[in-house]
């Protein structure tokens, strides 16, 4: 799994994959009666939807998704407009890692390696059932 980081949105712009977000600012239960055109994204970012799907981690196929384009927001502020715009121009998808006990988001490095390991394991069991073992190696 190679790992490129601190590069610039024109340098993504270059590679084509499927882009995945993963960030702290998904929220279940809102009144979103009140959101119209006049609304300030940025400031009400933590409570308004973002207009791209969400998903659970776990049920993403990441061995379908190569390249994968995975941009991680930090857990103080989470995604740049930077990020959002460049995921909704590639059509690109929201990470959901869940948590309870009222925690409200994990460190990056934490969230990098929860989803790593859900990639590595992935590659892992589609390799030990023998398909496609050829593209898994090309991933490696």
């Given amino acids: 799994?190679?790992?490129?980081?601190?590069?610039?949105?024109?340098?993504?712009?270059?590679?084509?994959?499927q882009v995945?977000?993963?960030?702290?600012?998904?929220?279940?239960?809102?009144?979103y009666s009140n959101i119209n055109e006049n609304t300030n994204v940025?400031?009400?970012?933590?409570?308004?939807?973002?207009?791209?799907?969400?998903?659970?981690?776990?049920e993403i196929d990441y061995c379908k998704i190569t390249p994968l384009i995975l941009i991680?927001?930090?857990?103080?502020?989470?995604?740049?407009?930077?990020?959002y715009e460049f995921a909704r121009s590639r059509k690109g998808i929201r990470l959901n890692i869940p948590l309870e006990n009222g925690i409200e988001s994990l460190n990056s490095?934490?969230?990098?390696?929860?989803?790593?390991?859900?990639?590595k394991k992935q590659m892992l069991s589609l390799i030990r059932s023998g398909d496609e073992i050829d593209k898994i190696e090309q991933v490696y």
């Fill in 72 to 83: 991680i927001g930090g857990e103080t502020h989470g995604l740049s407009d930077e990020g």
């Fill in 1 to 17: 799994m190679k790992i490129i980081s601190d590069v610039s949105w024109s340098f993504l712009e270059n590679i084509k994959g």
């Fill in 42 to 58: 940025n400031v009400f970012r933590k409570t308004a939807p973002i207009e791209l799907p969400i998903a659970p981690y776990y």
């Fill in 20 to 31: 995945c977000l993963a960030d702290n600012n998904y929220v279940g239960n809102i009144d």
């Fill in 109 to 119: 490095a934490t969230a990098v390696g929860i989803l790593c390991f859900e990639a």
